[in-house]
């Protein structure tokens, strides 16, 4: 009996493990494996305790199925997490996307992008951030993992069956978010494009690659400047649904 809210509490916090793991930092920077363990452990037990112990599942301290629940409950909480990354991953890749397209071409990257390497998609994943927390959604991941207890309390917690399915449509949605966001940048780049392939026809002196990497510069950065409410209008639809497909991948084992 005393080992039970003890053994609720780390369940809590394996899942819990995957929510702070998408917690957005400036600079692509991770938080501290001592800090990221205790706030799985404060988040987890706050919201275990919350559970009635009659709901929870027969937790024993042997071996076997203790690391079966355990497993169990840290995959549900990565692949809750992972859902949430991606929604702030599509903003860094739409600005790689948009670097290419106004002539800023960095190393290609393959992690969270740092502003030292890649300025433009540092920035655009900074600014998803921003609005992740400014238009409260946050507040919608938090209330979606408190509900994922309700569905499968601690130490029944599971992926869903549909889980493959949810976490397929995901990335899916990363790579059209990414390409809506970047889709008037594309466009500018290939109006530019066609219209001094057709100067350069007609003027064949001119030096067309010049005049045209400036000018792409120069609109790419325009169109940039007013471009925060066209990427606000899309991340806020994708973080508004970012809780319901959390609780989708939820499953009772």
């Given at each position: 009996m005393p080992w039970e809210p003890f053994l609720a509490t780390l369940m809590g916090a394996l899942r819990a493990l995957g929510i702070v793991m998408i917690l957005p930092l400036p600079g692509g920077r991770g938080l501290p494996t001592p800090l990221r363990a205790a706030l799985s452990f404060l988040l987890?037990?706050?919201?275990?305790?919350?559970?009635?112990?009659?709901?929870?599942?027969?937790?024993?301290?042997?071996?076997?199925?203790?690391?079966?629940?355990?497993?169990h409950e840290l995959l549900l909480g990565l692949a809750m997490g992972l859902t949430g990354r991606i929604v702030l991953s599509s903003a860094e890749l739409a600005g790689r996307v948009i670097a290419g397209e106004v002539g800023l071409n960095a190393a290609p990257g393959f992690d969270v992008p740092v502003p030292a390497q890649e300025p433009l998609p540092s920035?655009?994943?900074?600014?998803?951030?921003?609005?992740?927390?400014?238009?409260?959604?946050?507040?919608?991941?938090?209330a979606a993992f408190a509900r994922s207890f309700e569905i499968a309390p601690p130490g029944l917690g599971g992926?869903?069956?549909?889980?493959?399915?949810?976490?397929?449509?995901?990335?899916?949605t990363l790579l059209a978010l990414a390409l809506r966001i970047a889709a008037p940048f594309i466009a500018l780049n290939f109006v530019i494009t066609l219209g001094f392939s057709i100067l350069g026809r007609a003027v064949p002196k001119m030096n067309v690659f010049i005049i045209s990497y400036a000018l792409r510069s120069i609109m790419g950065f325009t169109l940039l400047a007013g471009a925060g409410a066209l990427i606000a209008r899309y991340l806020s639809g994708a973080f508004y649904q970012l809780p319901w497909t959390m609780l989708e991948l939820v499953g009772r084992r």
């Open positions: 987890g037990g706050a919201l275990t305790a919350a559970v009635p112990m009659t709901a929870a599942g027969p937790l024993s301290p042997a071996t076997p199925e203790l690391l079966i629940a355990g497993v920035f655009t994943g900074m600014f998803a951030g921003l609005l992740f927390f400014v238009t409260n959604s946050h507040e919608g991941v938090l992926l869903s069956p549909g889980a493959s399915e949810t976490l397929t449509g995901a990335v899916a």
